[in-house]
């Protein structure tokens, strides 16, 4: 097995002056507290605090970035785990579904996501050789049984990382409940006091292309009592929820948009509009 390195200048300039600057201002904010304003995790994990079950579920499926790189290469969603909608697909062992990641490794050469991983293998599970198909048995055991200890659960990991806030993306549509529940024990004397935050994600009701768009608008429309399907209407419900999060200690929105162009709609109403 290859041993697994990480450089201390990796990600430094190569010219040595600019490189010896680079390390003094590292230097100056290493310990600084950790902001994240786009976290990339589940707010159900801070507010349940439960252990984290394989390696697969904490690493690969959540990851977005890790799993379209392997579909982009030909490998099925389904074969690493990862189905269309709860409750459908063939189960997929999360040890097979590790092995296609470890087999595939080098597809993550010179992308952050290699750089991160990288990262957690060394300096979370204190691992010592490169992920491949000849250790991806010994990376799944090593992970997951870390993962089963009190160190390991998701609040012990915000404050091992000396986190200060974290904020997480969700839907208009999302009754933000898991968000209540960490609010409501940072209220307590003796509850956990992590700052996890929610932003505005309104892709769901935003992008006709999304899949479920025209039930999203209805269950927008249900959920504001506002007519969705009527462009001022639409308006109102946006602003609703907006302000609903804001309650919920929203500070910002996220958005998945291909371009940043917008248009000036008329006010004027053509036709009639249809929840059919």
């Known amino acids: 097995m290859r041993p697994l390195i990480l450089h201390p200048d990796r990600l430094f300039p190569t010219d040595p002056s600019v490189r010896s600057i680079a390390r003094r201002l590292y ?16 707010p159900r994990w801070f507010a349940d605090d439960q252990p984290f079950g394989n390696a697969s579920e904490l690493l690969l499926t959540p990851d977005h ?13 389904d074969a690493i785990g990862l189905v269309p909608r709860e409750g459908e697909g063939t189960p ?24 991160w991983l990288d990262w957690v293998f060394a300096e979370a599970f204190g691992l010592t050789v490169q992920l491949d198909a000849a250790s991806a048995d010994l990376y799944y055991d090593t992970i997951t049984q870390a993962l089963a200890t009190d160190a390991f659960r998701p609040r012990a990991l915000y404050d091992r990382f000396n986190i200060e806030v974290i904020t997480t993306t969700e839907s208009p549509l999302d009754d933000l409940a898991h968000h209540a529940a960490i609010l409501a024990d940072n209220d307590r004397a003796d509850g956990w006091k992590g700052r996890v935050l929610t932003a505005y994600r309104p892709d769901p009701v935003i992008d006709p292309q999304f899949d479920g768009f025209r039930d999203n608008l209805r269950k927008l429309s249900d959920l504001t009592g506002e007519d969705a399907f009527d462009y001022q209407g639409y308006l109102a419900a946006h602003r609703q ?8 200690g929203a500070t910002s929105t996220d ?3 291909p371009t940043a162009a917008t248009a000036d709609l008329t006010t004027q109403r053509r036709g009639r509009s249809s929840r059919a």
């Not at 890790?66 to 969603?77: A, D, N, P, W």
């Not at 997929?92 to 750089?115: K, Q």
């Not at 929820?241 to 919920?248: G, V």
Request: glycine fraction near 8%.
């Open 27 to 42: 230097e100056a904010v290493a310990g600084l507290p950790i902001i994240s304003p786009h976290g990339h995790t589940d």
């Open 92 to 115: 997929v062992d999360p040890r097979a579904a590790w092995r296609i990641l470890a087999e595939n490794y080098t597809l993550f050469r010179g992308t952050p996501s290699r750089m």
């Open 241 to 248: 929820r907006r302000a609903f999060f804001a309650s919920m």
């Open 255 to 257: 958005h998945g948009h």
């Open 65 to 77: 970035y890790v799993f379209r790189m392997l579909y982009s290469q030909g490998i099925s969603l």
